[in-house]
Nanobody
Framework: QLQLVESGGGLVQPGGSLRLSCAVS????????IGWFRQAPGKVREGVAC????????YYPDSMKGRATISRDNAKNTIYLQMKSVTPEDTAVYYC????????????????????WGQGTQVTVSS
């Protein structure tokens, strides 16, 4: 059974950066594409970034291009998300999720296509 555990959340100053980790266990990371999503109170869960297995190609929604960077360390079975120039609007619970398709879908990040989810990590952007 694939398990994902997020870490790295907390309080971040506006204008600062955040780095989240997603530790994957129970399966071969190469068999899944991994996505980061976030959900703010009262809002729909939205995609932030995706990284494919194999060649590690990435997908970012237009709203995240230039601010978010997703990467993977296969030796550590860990996926990372970095975001820069954060604002209070980035406050949310951040989740990582695995898609058994193994490649990021080019048309967008549909949360219903992801098969496994972590428990989430809270990020609060505030001064």
């Amino acid at each position: 059974q694939l398990q994902l555990v997020e870490s790295g959340g907390g309080l971040v100053q506006p204008g600062g950066s955040l780095r989240l980790s997603c530790a994957v266990s129970g399966a071969n990371l190469d068999d899944y594409a991994i996505g980061w999503f976030r959900q703010a109170p009262g809002k729909v869960r939205e995609g932030v970034a995706c990284i494919s297995s194999g060649d590690g190609s990435t997908y970012y929604p237009d709203s995240m291009k230039g601010r978010a960077t997703i990467s993977r360390d296969n030796a550590k079975n860990t996926i990372y998300l970095q975001m820069k120039s954060v604002t209070p609007e980035d406050t949310a619970v951040y989740y990582c999720a695995a898609d058994a398709l193994s490649i990021c879908r080019p048309y967008g990040m549909d949360r219903y296509q992801y098969d496994y989810w972590g428990q989430g990590t809270q990020v609060t952007v505030s001064s």
